[in-house]
């Protein structure tokens, strides 16, 4: 017969209570969230938005991090700019990822 560790027992209660406790919680806050945001202005709301990401860029990568999101957001706008849909772009993914795990990535 298997014996249950005493400290699996603990760590499944507790996240069983963590979870009893955040969904209430967070259906309560969702709720205040969506009531005062959906009579603000959705412009403010997203560059407020890319702001804060842009600061955490900076913060967690530098300059270097700044840069390659900028040329992200360049190859981003390729699909809209030649009318493509951009389900085409997963290529720029797919073909550096499968050249590394081949074993040809310089």
């Known amino acids: 017969?298997?014996?249950?560790?005493?400290?699996?027992?603990?760590?499944v209660a507790s996240a069983v209570l963590a979870t009893a406790m955040a969904a209430?919680?967070?259906a309560h806050l969702g709720r205040g969230?969506?009531?005062?945001?959906s009579s603000s202005n959705?412009?403010?709301?997203?560059?407020?938005?890319?702001?804060?990401?842009?600061?955490?860029l900076v913060i967690a990568t530098g300059p270097v991090g700044i840069g390659l999101?900028?040329?992200?957001?360049?190859v981003g706008l390729v699909p809209i700019a030649l009318r493509v849909r951009r389900?085409?772009?997963?290529?720029s993914l797919l073909v550096?990822?499968?050249l590394t795990?081949?074993?040809?990535?310089?």
């Open 101 to 106: 795990y081949l074993g040809s990535a310089a």
């Open 1 to 11: 017969m298997w014996a249950t560790p005493t400290s699996l027992i603990l760590l």
């Open 87 to 91: 389900v085409h772009l997963m290529a």
């Open 69 to 74: 999101a900028c040329l992200a957001a360049v």
């Open 42 to 56: 959705p412009r403010r709301i997203a560059a407020l938005s890319l702001l804060a990401v842009l600061i955490l």
């Open 96 to 98: 550096p990822v499968l």
């Open 24 to 26: 209430p919680l967070a």
């Open 33 to 37: 969230v969506a009531r005062r945001w």
